[in-house]
C-alpha cells in the first residue's frame, strides 16, 4: 500500500518535471529563433550595403524596443563596422542576448541565446551612398 502511494508521488513528480522542462524549453526555442532571425538581417544587410549602416542599426534598435528586450543583457557583434568590405569577402554577426528566466522571486536565471548570420558582401564601390556606423544600442 505504502508502495503504491510513494509510487504515485514519484510519477506525478516525474511528469510535472516533464512538463516544466518542456515549457522551459519551448520557450528558449522560440526566443532562440527570434535572435537567430535578427542576426541574420544584420548580416543580409552588411552584405548588401558592404558593411553595418545607419539603417541596419535603426532596425536593431527597433527589434529590442519591440521585443521589450533589457539593453544591458544584449551583445552584438558585426564582422564589417564603419566602413564597407570588398565585394566577395565574408560578413557575419552575431546577436546575443542572456534571457531570464524567472519563477517566482525563487528561481532566477538567465540563459545566453546567440544566434548568428553570414552572408557574402555584394558590395560594389561608389554604387550606394550610405553611412556606415558602429552597433550601438
Known sequence: MLDKVIGTFGALFAILLFVFCGALFTGLVGEWYVIQNEAHFLAVSQGKCGG??????TELNRFITERLLDRSHLNVQVSAPGSPVPWGTPVHATVTYNFPYRLGRWVSFDVPI???????????KDAYSLSYTYPQW
Open 114 to 124: 546567440t544566434g548568428r548570420g553570414r552572408a557574402v558582401s555584394t558590395y560594389l
Open 52 to 57: 553595418y549602416t545607419q539603417e541596419a542599426n
